[in-house]
């Protein structure tokens, strides 16, 4: 229980680090400062899915399943991958930079180059405290990176020296955090030592879908972020990232309990079959429904009061999109819910066709309505977006259902009984 409780911690302090990042910013910034980073952030974000394909993923599978007698041999070879990698990375950022419009914009890209490798580098010595069953010791690094980063912010702050540039810097606070981390560690020696090439190879084998799903899938609202700094302004770019402040905690939520849940679903479809499974697990993306309703009912009745208590009153002019950015967080949900069925049924491909058609739809639409509505055209393009996902995810659940043939009976039933 203790260390069910201290990956539960650990999550929420790194997800709230980040999120209290970007609230701080949002007020302290000026509207157009605040833009460029959160369009260096939404790359940010971009670059980590890249290196969650190549590196976290397939670590915390290849690792156990194939190295579990020789696992801190494995991990000290993925070490030498992970520095290519994040310096590859690195790297893209730096190019991004090069070719970005903005020039606000190419310099703090110009500084994510600089800071990406230490952050994905400390993501990476957190993954490894859950492989070796040591989620403590990944919380004690989400704590001291979180003191580091919102103590930086705060410096900066007193000292007048804040802006885009310098706020995006505080993530820089990772690498020392990482190097400390991993300097503290205390691995008995192994004999056997994996070569790095054939764990590139087995890293690539595994993740190379979830690789080729991040290519051609951007999150929708880091894509329509970028998108809105290219074709309409910083300004707006940055309100988008502020009202995504309001309905991330409901994506974090919904993604932890996707993960907390996927093993019993999964054991659900193997006990049953696949065909019941899916019927009788049906309960799983109703609650996820029924709590992300719950969410954005409290966020819209509340949404002036969150406002003034989170931005101070910056943002008020924006809340008149926070019902249709509801909409749209509420077709992800609906998307999440079953995703995580289908993800248990072992279909994987409908991932990247959901991302794909999200994608395709979403800069379709960017093109056609951001130049004439503005922040307003990027909600709509999300609204789009996500419906034409969860569309795909729901598509795939009922061409299932038919080609796995079951009785809807005891559902329910068995579903109160396996949970």
């Not at 400062?33 to 890249?50: E, P």
């Not at 049906?282 to 949404?303: D, H, S």
């Not at 998307?335 to 058609?357: D, I, K």
């Not at 609204?383 to 009976?409: C, D, E, F, H, P």
Request: net charge positive; glycine share 8%; hydrophobic share 55%.
């Amino acid at each position: 229980m203790s260390k069910v409780l201290a990956s539960i911690a650990d999550q929420a302090t790194s997800s709230t680090a980040n999120f209290v990042m970007n609230i701080l910013l949002a007020r302290w910034l000026a509207p157009a400062d605040y833009g460029s980073f959160s369009v260096a952030w939404s790359f940010c974000l971009v670059f980590a899915a890249f290196h969650n394909a190549i590196i976290l993923e397939p670590m915390s599978v290849v690792g156990p399943a194939e190295y579990g007698s020789a696992l801190r041999g494995y991990l000290r070879s993925v070490r030498k991958l992970n520095v290519l990698v994040v310096l590859a990375l690195g790297l893209c950022a730096a190019a991004a930079g090069l070719f970005y419009k903005t020039s606000e914009v190419r310099q703090v890209l110009f500084v994510l180059a600089l800071c990406l490798p230490g952050y994905l580098l400390l993501l990476t010595r957190r993954r490894e405290q859950y492989i070796l069953d040591r989620p403590l010791h990944a919380l004690e690094i989400s704590v001291v990176y979180a003191l580091a980063v919102l103590g930086a912010l705060n410096i900066l702050r007193t000292t007048t020296h804040l802006s885009a540039i310098t706020g995006l810097a505080c993530t820089g606070m990772a690498l020392p955090v990482a190097l400390w981390a991993g300097v503290r560690r205390s691995y008995p020696p192994e004999s056997l030592e994996a070569g790095v090439r054939p764990i590139a190879r087995a890293h690539w084998k595994y993740g190379r879908w979830l690789f080729a799903s991040t290519l051609v899938a951007f999150g929708i609202p880091d894509l329509q972020t970028i998108l809105l700094s290219v074709i309409v302004d910083l300004k707006s770019a940055g309100a988008l990232r502020a009202l995504m402040n309001f309905v991330v905690p409901l994506a974090q939520l919904l993604t932890v309990l996707s993960i907390y849940c996927l093993p019993r679903l999964a054991r659900q479809m193997k006990l049953h079959g696949v065909g019941r499974g899916l019927r009788q697990s049906i309960v799983f993306p109703l609650a996820m429904i029924v709590t992300a309703v719950g969410y954005l009912g409290v966020l819209l009745a509340f949404g002036p009061l969150l406002e003034r208590v989170l931005y101070g009153g910056r943002m008020a002019q924006y809340l008149r999109y926070l019902p249709w950015l509801a909409a749209a967080a509420l077709l992800s949900a609906l998307g999440t819910g079953f995703s995580t069925l289908l993800r248990a049924a072992q279909n994987s491909q409908h991932q990247l066709l959901a991302g794909v058609a999200g994608t395709i739809t979403g800069i379709m639409a960017a093109l056609l309505l951001l130049k004439g509505h503005g922040l307003e055209g990027a909600i709509w393009s999300m609204i789009l977006a996500n419906a034409v996902s969860t569309l795909s995810i729901l598509g795939t659940y009922l061409w299932m259902l038919r080609k796995q043939r079951a009785s809807w009976s005891h559902a329910f039933h068995y579903f109160r009984l396996d949970f």
